[in-house]
């Protein structure tokens, strides 16, 4: 099941699937700041790319919250990852909500500095790093729709991959609460 809507000439998806399997330009990687693997969609991401992406990580010394760094896929079915530091969400007071609307801002600048047309994105922080999904789903949805918004027609799609029916039920309710 699919969900979207096209917002200044890209199409925002919604699926249900595993983010190592999409074919867009570039996927995005939940990382860590040492960029050198870890566990959650990190880890999956790594295992399934092989040993190569490691490779490039270890190059780019690492990456501080809130920003992101390209690499090449590996075995991925993607061209590229880009691998974005969240937030470890700690009570919302302590600027959470300012870095993971870095991090999906400055996932899309990545990609568009690139050339890129396709990015499939996780739910960042919402796993082991607790941000609140419906708060996440808000921020993530609607810094990329600002974003394409300034550039319209730069990308032409972005797909936001969520690994469970609930977590896709959440990003659809934030999706039908933007501004059209």
Request: glycine share 12%.
């Amino acid at each position: 099941m699919t969900a979207g809507r096209t917002i200044a000439g890209t199409r925002v998806e919604l699926v249900q699937g595993d983010i190592t399997q999409q074919d867009t330009d570039a996927i995005v990687n939940a990382a860590n700041t040492t960029l050198l693997g870890g566990g959650g969609v990190d880890g999956a991401i790594h295992r399934a790319g092989g040993p190569s992406i490691l490779e490039e990580c270890r190059r780019l010394g690492g990456c501080p919250t809130g920003d992101a760094k390209l690499t090449g896929a590996g075995r991925l079915p993607a061209r590229h990852v880009i691998h974005a530091v969240g937030p470890v969400y700690r009570d919302g007071r302590h600027g959470e909500a300012d870095l993971l609307a870095s991090v999906y801002r400055r996932s899309v600048e990545t990609a568009l500095a690139h050339g890129l047309r396709s990015v499939a994105f996780p739910s960042i922080s919402t796993g082991a790093y607790r941000f609140p999904i419906a708060e996440a789903a808000a921020i993530a949805l609607g810094t990329v729709a600002r974003v394409v918004r300034d550039r319209p027609g730069a990308l032409d799609l972005v797909r936001f991959v969520l690994f469970s029916a609930p977590d896709l039920a959440v990003y659809e309710k934030a999706l039908a609460a933007l501004p059209a």
